[in-house]
């Protein structure tokens, strides 16, 4: 079936020649910029944002000369593998330093390095008043090298190298803002949780090397039928962990809302476009071990299900710009899990929505954060209003992004997420039905989230006219400058284009093939495909009326309205998962820890203090005999070895 | 004089050399008493010729050659079979090593510290080079009597480092600190006599000689194996230290000078690690085997309880007397999941745990220094202050927590992943630990460095110790980010951090040989499978 074309395509694996055989460059020139950024000190104020969007240009260009001379090469001869160098050999353990250079990795390099360059160029911009700005971009640049070593990375070592560095970027640019308490504890928070996820993927590494004695790619996945089906089943369920903390799908959905405390091109870039994507990509690069655990799949998939609904709920209530698209990245992500956990009919529509989502959400981040530049950095949305004459471009972008986000054709998302909701119908039994109607039921309220913000921030009565920021400033909304809005242009334009271009006669999934196996389409659908479309664009048009019904038509009051009514409440509140995580880990470690700290001072050391006060009296006696004990055996041990090391030399050389 | 031992390889000058320069160097430096300038600078220089004569001894190691290099032997109690003799396999060279890398790193750090009223930096510092020459020795042995005596040695010049030149309650740290040791090792010699009697019984005659021993015991029956094993154990355990023979080791930490603790932290309590490998794994293979779930626990039970309790910790020098506790759970898990992989990776472990908790000791030490206090709750904010500083504490905090692309992870993963195979609970266990390793060490970062200027260590303040204040309430403290001096004394353990983080092949190319013929003497081949 599938899973052995699958795993005859895995060994025809070619050593990387010409323009992939120097491919390691990809990843050397925003590392060294990094390096520079970051050792280099004060001397690099004047030029180092130069130096930051140079590097990561330099590596989407070589990026784009890899894809054109891997198109020019057949079908079977684009999977390629690169050995840079020994990185941990110990026995039968030998972990290279090695890149696999495939459609699926090169789909990704462009992506980061695309986005990630535009949005580069954004922050010189954003970041401009930020005296320390030649720092962040060398985190920026820290961030661009993992992410590009974790996609292009040869093992799930060196997966799992790109995978903690993209983390350790994302640590520190959410907590850029060190003033602010709440960034450093979302840092905090967001690493965590990650590594919550990341055990996960470890104990999979182990299991891997304990049964296959290899980690790398192409001899895992050629041979997969060592594996007892138990063992697959586990690998399967501990990398969907560590992708669940990677790209903050349930239960560890919580840490990525609060990273939005991050300067915003972070949000846009590592919190929207690639790092959080992170996950699906890992699922998609271990296809063939997915393509043996049918329930490993089913379970990817519920967790698509449910993180896109739950997603999509709380968007629904936020007032926080950043929040709601935060909330809208959790739910777009479910979309891709649940399309990859749907095997060979949703692997190249994961990757096909992910690439979409990049640009759209990306540049929609970049929309946000030039609103946010002219509102004084305020992020709440009921002080906005009316914007859309003020800022004419940043709202026709963001515009763009918004039809792209909420599928209407023939913006991106459209062809992207309708093939995933259509690919979910298609699934058998009960599960077409429960997937298919997830799906549906997100598109609506996608289109009514998103709405609620257009309306709410560009829309309406200028609320900001009467109000003043919390610093005491007026509030003077501007155009951003040409070096921020014209990425967001070129965004703009992806979220036109991209999703026609993918699909159209099957582009994208074709390029993909060598990687994911070929894009198989299901016989039977719970409703007939041609009808899909329809439902599709009916509930999105169903959400925007919505959101005009409940935000558009009246004025937005500037005060949170309270109380409300439960499910808003329960919204508002993250669907309690923070709360969750409170009761269930938070509180009783640190009940545990006290307790511990406790006992290991009063009991496990006050039991051995008190064995010997036991011998010699009281303990404050003990300790002064003890003192003095100790210090003149210690005297004359001391004295006694010296009159042994004399006497002996004495003996030696007398 | 000195003959060279039958399984040498030549260079027994050079590990002579390692064992004198130290020695003679504290004593040339003890003379040096009045002027403390001179003094600094004559022990620096004697630190450096050993490092760079461990470097030489480094390069003229050969990991396929045999297993003692550079090995010599002197008689020194005929009747008893007691020689002083010495050589290095690729353990004791890595730990030699991480000794001889970290002395010059702490005398040049503690360059301008002040030191009691009464003391002077020449017998300070003729102790730190005593340290070393006698830690050097232990890990040199290769005769049963001779480490006991080196092992025992050990705790004086310790002793009065602590006892001596420490903290408010110094006495009490040292006389916990001398009695857990000293108690671990007379029980040791009780067991290093029974493997002597064990020896006279077998040969007719008995001996002390390490390889000699390793031949008999190990094949005597399991119960005299499990009598020696334990004996060795629980000197070794409290060493290194193992839950629940911890608890001096927060106390010493805690009152130590912060280059004490270095030393204390980073190289003396890796003797106990050293000792398991060296001992008790060829001498008592089926005790080891036999009684491996007693050690698995304590070690796993280490890694949680360690995490924890540097959570819950609120002095920053006790906080890293927990973390390094829960690290020795990981070198131990290593060591007794009876693997390549793992083997390599405790011992790899061992000298990179040197390396980055030696940082990270040192970065902490630079902010007491700074602010006065080793009360967490006293700072806050510092990066806006020191931004170098906090660089450096992040990079040596990162390492601590095993992050890819620092050494500590190449231990760490080679520890889990040789683990895994033969013992997978224990190993699953300890994963969960790499969690609330983020945790303390990103939670310190953050109450430390985070936020506003804040906390009486860094603002002139009246109030009690811990007062959080908002920063207008007093005037910031003069306080300046890393001297020339300071990023020279980190510098190397930077480098080190990072290149053994990426490039650890030459590390792991030392280890591995000697670690197959631990395991081989287990009767274990290339494990992992």
């Given at each position: 079936?599938?899973?052995?074309?699958?795993?005859?395509?895995?060994?025809?694996?070619?050593?990387?020649?010409?323009?992939?055989?120097?491919?390691?460059?990809?990843?050397?020139?925003?590392?060294?910029?990094?390096?520079?950024?970051?050792?280099?000190?004060?001397?690099?104020?004047?030029?180092?944002?130069?130096?930051?969007?140079?590097?990561?240009?330099?590596?989407?260009?070589?990026?784009?000369?890899?894809?054109?001379?891997?198109?020019?090469?057949?079908?079977?001869?684009?999977?390629?593998?690169?050995?840079?160098?020994?990185?941990?050999?110990?026995?039968?353990?030998?972990?290279?330093?090695?890149?696999?250079?495939?459609?699926?990795?090169?789909?990704?390099?462009?992506?980061?390095?695309?986005?990630?360059?535009?949005?580069?160029?954004?922050?010189?911009?954003?970041?401009?008043?930020?005296?320390?700005?030649?720092?962040?971009?060398?985190?920026?640049?820290?961030?661009?090298?993992?992410?590009?070593?974790?996609?292009?990375?040869?093992?799930?070592?060196?997966?799992?190298?790109?995978?903690?560095?993209?983390?350790?970027?994302?640590?520190?640019?959410?907590?850029?803002?060190?003033?602010?308490?709440?960034?450093?504890?979302?840092?905090?928070?967001?690493?965590?949780?990650?590594?919550?996820?990341?055990?996960?993927?470890?104990?999979?590494?182990?299991?891997?090397?304990?049964?296959?004695?290899?980690?790398?790619?192409?001899?895992?996945?050629?041979?997969?039928?060592?594996?007892?089906?138990?063992?697959?089943?586990?690998?399967?369920?501990?990398?969907?962990?560590?992708?669940?903390?990677?790209?903050?799908?349930?239960?560890?959905?919580?840490?990525?809302?609060?990273?939005?405390?991050?300067?915003?091109?972070?949000?846009?870039?590592?919190?929207?476009?690639?790092?959080?994507?992170?996950?699906?990509?890992?699922?998609?690069?271990?296809?063939?071990?997915?393509?043996?655990?049918?329930?490993?799949?089913?379970?990817?998939?519920?967790?698509?299900?449910?993180?896109?609904?739950?997603?999509?709920?709380?968007?629904?209530?936020?007032?926080?710009?950043?929040?709601?698209?935060?909330?809208?990245?959790?739910?777009?992500?479910?979309?891709?899990?649940?399309?990859?956990?749907?095997?060979?009919?949703?692997?190249?529509?994961?990757?096909?929505?992910?690439?979409?989502?990049?640009?759209?959400?990306?540049?929609?981040?970049?929309?946000?954060?030039?609103?946010?530049?002219?509102?004084?950095?305020?992020?709440?949305?009921?002080?906005?209003?009316?914007?859309?004459?003020?800022?004419?471009?940043?709202?026709?972008?963001?515009?763009?992004?918004?039809?792209?986000?909420?599928?209407?054709?023939?913006?991106?998302?459209?062809?992207?997420?309708?093939?995933?909701?259509?690919?979910?119908?298609?699934?058998?039994?009960?599960?077409?039905?429960?997937?298919?109607?997830?799906?549906?039921?997100?598109?609506?309220?996608?289109?009514?989230?998103?709405?609620?913000?257009?309306?709410?921030?560009?829309?309406?009565?200028?609320?900001?006219?009467?109000?003043?920021?919390?610093?005491?400033?007026?509030?003077?909304?501007?155009?951003?400058?040409?070096?921020?809005?014209?990425?967001?242009?070129?965004?703009?334009?992806?979220?036109?284009?991209?999703?026609?271009?993918?699909?159209?006669?099957?582009?994208?999934?074709?390029?993909?093939?060598?990687?994911?196996?070929?894009?198989?389409?299901?016989?039977?659908?719970?409703?007939?495909?041609?009808?899909?479309?329809?439902?599709?664009?009916?509930?999105?048009?169903?959400?925007?009326?919505?959101?005009?019904?409940?935000?558009?038509?009246?004025?937005?009051?500037?005060?949170?309205?309270?109380?409300?009514?439960?499910?808003?409440?329960?919204?508002?509140?993250?669907?309690?998962?923070?709360?969750?995580?409170?009761?269930?880990?938070?509180?009783?470690?640190?009940?545990?820890?006290?307790?511990?700290?406790?006992?290991?001072?009063?009991?496990?050391?006050?039991?051995?203090?008190?064995?010997?006060?036991?011998?010699?009296?009281?303990?404050?006696?003990?300790?002064?005999?003890?003192?003095?004990?100790?210090?003149?055996?210690?005297?004359?041990?001391?004295?006694?070895?010296?009159?042994?090391?004399?006497?002996?030399?004495?003996?030696?050389?007398? | 004089?000195?003959e060279p031992a039958s399984s040498s390889s030549g260079g027994a000058?050079?590990l002579?050399?390692?064992?004198?320069?130290?020695?003679?160097?504290?004593?040339?430096?003890?003379?040096?008493?009045?002027?403390?300038?001179?003094?600094?600078?004559?022990?620096?220089?004697?630190?450096?010729?050993?490092?760079?004569?461990?470097?030489?001894?480094?390069?003229?190691y050969d990991?396929?050659g045999a297993r003692m290099q550079q090995a010599f032997s002197?008689?020194?109690?005929?009747?008893?079979?007691?020689h002083?003799s010495f050589g290095i396999d690729?353990?004791a060279?890595?730990?030699?090593?991480?000794?001889?890398?970290?002395?010059?790193?702490?005398?040049?750090?503690?360059?301008?510290?002040?030191?009691?009223?009464?003391?002077?930096?020449?017998?300070?510092?003729?102790?730190?080079?005593?340290?070393?020459?006698?830690?050097?020795?232990?890990?040199a042995?290769t005769d049963?009597?001779?480490?006991?005596?080196?092992?025992?040695?050990?705790?004086?010049?310790?002793?009065?480092?602590?006892?001596?030149?420490?903290?408010?309650?110094?006495?009490?740290?040292?006389?916990?600190?001398?009695?857990?040791?000293?108690?671990?090792?007379?029980?040791?010699?009780?067991?290093?006599?029974?493997?002597?009697?064990?020896?006279?019984?077998?040969?007719?005659?008995?001996?002390?000689d390490w390889a000699t021993?390793v031949q008999?015991?190990?094949?005597?029956?399991?119960?005299?194996?499990?009598?020696?094993?334990?004996?060795?154990?629980?000197?070794?355990?409290?060493?290194?230290?193992?839950?629940?023979?911890?608890?001096?080791?927060?106390?010493?930490?805690?009152?130590?000078?912060?280059?004490?603790?270095?030393?204390?932290?980073?190289?003396?309590?890796?003797?106990?690690?050293?000792?398991?490998?060296?001992?008790?794994?060829?001498?008592?293979?089926?005790?080891?085997?036999?009684?491996?779930?007693?050690?698995?626990?304590?070690?796993?039970?280490?890694?949680?309880?360690?995490?924890?309790?540097?959570?819950?910790?609120?002095?920053?020098?006790?906080?890293?007397?927990?973390?390094?506790?829960?690290?020795?759970?990981?070198?131990?898990?290593?060591?007794?999941?009876?693997?390549?992989?793992?083997?390599?990776?405790?011992?790899?472990?061992?000298?990179?745990?040197?390396?980055?908790?030696?940082?990270?000791?040192?970065?902490?030490?630079?902010?007491?220094?700074?602010?006065?206090?080793?009360?967490?709750?006293?700072?806050?904010?510092?990066?806006?202050?020191?931004?170098?500083?906090?660089?450096?504490?992040?990079?040596?905090?990162?390492?601590?927590?095993?992050?890819?692309?620092?050494?500590?992870?190449?231990?760490?993963?080679?520890?889990?992943?040789?683990?895994?195979?033969?013992?997978?609970?224990?190993?699953?266990?300890?994963?969960?630990?790499?969690?609330?390793?983020?945790?303390?060490?990103?939670?310190?970062?953050?109450?430390?460095?985070?936020?506003?200027?804040?906390?009486?260590?860094?603002?002139?303040?009246?109030?009690?110790?811990?007062?959080?204040?908002?920063?207008?309430?007093?005037?910031?403290?003069?306080?300046?980010?890393?001297?020339?001096?300071?990023?020279?004394?980190?510098?190397?353990?930077?480098?080190?951090?990072?290149?053994?983080?990426?490039?650890?092949?030459?590390?792991?190319?030392?280890?591995?040989?000697t670690?197959?013929a631990?395991?081989?003497?287990?009767?274990?081949?290339?494990?992992?499978?």
């Amino acid at each position: 079936m599938s899973s052995t074309f699958l795993l005859a395509k895995a060994q025809e694996v070619q050593e990387a020649s010409g323009a992939a055989g120097s491919a390691w460059l990809l990843i050397a020139f925003p590392l060294l910029g990094a390096a520079v950024l970051l050792f280099g000190g004060k001397a690099t104020n004047a030029w180092g944002h130069l130096l930051g969007c140079a590097t990561v240009i330099a590596s989407f260009v070589y990026g784009a000369i890899l894809f054109f001379a891997s198109t020019g090469l057949p079908e079977e001869e684009r999977v390629q593998n690169l050995h840079v160098f020994d990185w941990i050999p110990v026995g039968q353990l030998q972990v290279d330093f090695g890149l696999r250079i495939d459609p699926l990795s090169i789909s990704f390099v462009l992506l980061i390095t695309g986005v990630g360059a535009l949005i580069h160029i954004y922050s010189i911009g954003y970041m401009a008043d930020d005296p320390d700005r030649r720092r962040f971009f060398g985190y920026f640049n820290l961030f661009v090298a993992a992410m590009l070593i974790l996609v292009l990375g040869n093992s799930f070592v060196s997966l799992y190298l790109g995978w903690e560095g993209v983390g350790l970027a994302s640590y520190l640019l959410i907590g850029w803002y060190t003033n602010r308490p709440s960034a450093a504890t979302a840092a905090k928070k967001a690493f965590l949780m990650n590594r919550v996820g990341d055990v996960g993927l470890a104990i999979a590494i182990f299991i891997l090397f304990a049964e296959l004695g290899t980690t790398q790619y192409t001899e895992v996945f050629a041979n997969l039928d060592q594996l007892s089906p138990a063992s697959i089943t586990a690998i399967t369920i501990l990398l969907l962990l560590g992708a669940c903390g990677k790209s903050g799908q349930v239960p560890l959905q919580a840490w990525l809302p609060d990273a939005m405390e991050g300067p915003t091109p972070v949000s846009a870039l590592i919190h929207a476009a690639t790092m959080v994507t992170a996950g699906v990509y890992l699922v998609a690069r271990a296809n063939p071990i997915y393509m043996m655990s049918e329930d490993g799949r089913l379970v990817v998939t519920l967790v698509g299900a449910v993180t896109l609904l739950v997603g999509s709920i709380i968007g629904c209530a936020y007032d926080d710009i950043k929040k709601v698209l935060a909330y809208s990245t959790v739910s777009q992500i479910g979309y891709m899990m649940l399309a990859v956990g749907l095997g060979p009919f949703g692997f190249a529509l994961g990757i096909m929505h992910l690439l979409t989502h990049g640009f759209f959400k990306a540049g929609l981040f970049l929309g946000a954060g030039s609103v946010m530049h002219a509102m004084n950095d305020d992020v709440d949305m009921r002080r906005y209003g009316g914007l859309w004459r003020v800022m004419p471009i940043t709202f026709a972008t963001f515009g763009l992004g918004y039809l792209a986000l909420i599928g209407i054709p023939p913006f991106s998302g459209f062809f992207s997420k309708d093939a995933i909701i259509e690919a979910a119908f298609g699934a058998e039994g009960w599960r077409g039905w429960v997937f298919g109607g997830a799906a549906l039921l997100g598109a609506f309220l996608t289109a009514f989230y998103m709405t609620r913000l257009m309306f709410m921030t560009f829309f309406g009565k200028k609320r900001w006219e009467e109000l003043k920021s919390e610093d005491g400033r007026d509030y003077h909304p501007h155009e951003a400058k040409p070096v921020m809005w014209v990425p967001m242009a070129v965004l703009a334009i992806g979220s036109i284009g991209a999703g026609w271009f993918f699909s159209s006669g099957e582009r994208l999934a074709a390029w993909l093939s060598p990687t994911l196996g070929e894009l198989q389409e299901a016989e039977h659908t719970a409703i007939p495909h041609s009808l899909v479309p329809i439902l599709t664009v009916v509930l999105s048009v169903l959400g925007v009326l919505l959101a005009w019904l409940v935000v558009g038509r009246r004025d937005v009051p500037v005060v949170k309205p309270e109380p409300v009514s439960f499910p808003v409440r329960a919204a508002r509140r993250d669907l309690y998962g923070n709360a969750l995580n409170e009761a269930l880990v938070a509180r009783p470690g640190t009940w545990l820890t006290r307790a511990l700290v406790y006992v290991d001072n009063k009991g496990v050391d006050g039991l051995v203090n008190g064995i010997a006060a036991g011998f010699g009296g009281s303990s404050g006696r003990l300790r002064r005999m003890q003192t003095g004990f100790v210090r003149s055996y210690a005297a004359s041990m001391l004295a006694g070895s010296i009159l042994v090391l004399i006497a002996f030399l004495a003996v030696r050389y007398a | 004089m000195l003959e060279p031992a039958s399984s040498s390889s030549g260079g027994a000058a050079l590990l002579v050399a390692l064992l004198l320069i130290p020695l003679v160097g504290a004593i040339v430096v003890a003379f040096l008493r009045d002027n403390d300038r001179l003094a600094k600078q004559v022990a620096l220089g004697f630190s450096i010729v050993e490092f760079v004569v461990m470097v030489i001894s480094w390069i003229s190691y050969d990991p396929s050659g045999a297993r003692m290099q550079q090995a010599f032997s002197v008689d020194w109690i005929p009747t008893l079979g007691v020689h002083l003799s010495f050589g290095i396999d690729g353990i004791a060279l890595v730990m030699i090593a991480a000794l001889a890398l970290l002395v010059p790193v702490i005398i040049g750090a503690g360059w301008t510290d002040k030191l009691p009223a009464d003391r002077s930096a020449g017998a300070f510092l003729s102790l730190i080079l005593l340290q070393q020459a006698i830690t050097v020795g232990a890990f040199a042995a290769t005769d049963v009597f001779v480490f006991y005596v080196l092992f025992e040695v050990m705790l004086i010049p310790m002793y009065f480092l602590i006892g001596q030149y420490g903290g408010a309650r110094r006495q009490y740290a040292a006389v916990k600190f001398f009695l857990y040791s000293f108690l671990g090792g007379m029980i040791m010699l009780a067991s290093a006599i029974g493997a002597y009697v064990q020896a006279a019984d077998t040969l007719g005659e008995g001996t002390f000689d390490w390889a000699t021993l390793v031949q008999v015991v190990s094949n005597a029956p399991l119960e005299n194996q499990i009598w020696i094993f334990l004996g060795f154990f629980l000197a070794f355990a409290v060493k290194a230290p193992l839950v629940p023979l911890h608890t001096w080791l927060p106390d010493a930490a805690a009152e130590a000078p912060i280059t004490v603790s270095v030393i204390l932290i980073g190289v003396l309590d890796k003797v106990g690690t050293f000792g398991f490998l060296r001992y008790l794994l060829p001498m008592t293979p089926d005790a080891s085997k036999t009684l491996a779930p007693l050690v698995l626990i304590m070690g796993v039970a280490g890694v949680i309880y360690g995490a924890l309790l540097a959570t819950g910790q609120r002095d920053m020098k006790r906080l890293l007397a927990y973390v390094s506790i829960a690290h020795f759970g990981f070198i131990a898990l290593g060591i007794f999941a009876f693997s390549a992989q793992s083997e390599t990776g405790a011992v790899s472990y061992m000298l990179n745990h040197s390396i980055s908790t030696g940082m990270l000791i040192l970065v902490v030490g630079m902010v007491i220094a700074r602010g006065g206090s080793s009360l967490i709750a006293d700072y806050g904010g510092l990066a806006k202050i020191t931004p170098a500083l906090a660089g450096v504490f992040l990079v040596a905090g990162l390492a601590s927590l095993s992050l890819p692309g620092t050494n500590s992870f190449i231990s760490e993963f080679l520890v889990l992943v040789g683990s895994y195979g033969n013992e997978p609970v224990y190993t699953i266990i300890a994963t969960v630990g790499m969690i609330f390793a983020a945790l303390y060490i990103l939670w310190l970062y953050q109450r430390i460095f985070h936020g506003p200027v804040r906390g009486n260590a860094l603002v002139d303040v009246t109030g009690g110790p811990g007062t959080a204040i908002a920063p207008e309430v007093g005037a910031r403290k003069a306080i300046l980010d890393l001297s020339g001096r300071e990023k020279l004394v980190l510098a190397p353990l930077l480098v080190l951090v990072l290149g053994i983080g990426f490039y650890p092949k030459p590390v792991l190319d030392v280890i591995t040989p000697t670690v197959d013929a631990t395991l081989s003497s287990v009767g274990i081949s290339d494990g992992g499978n």
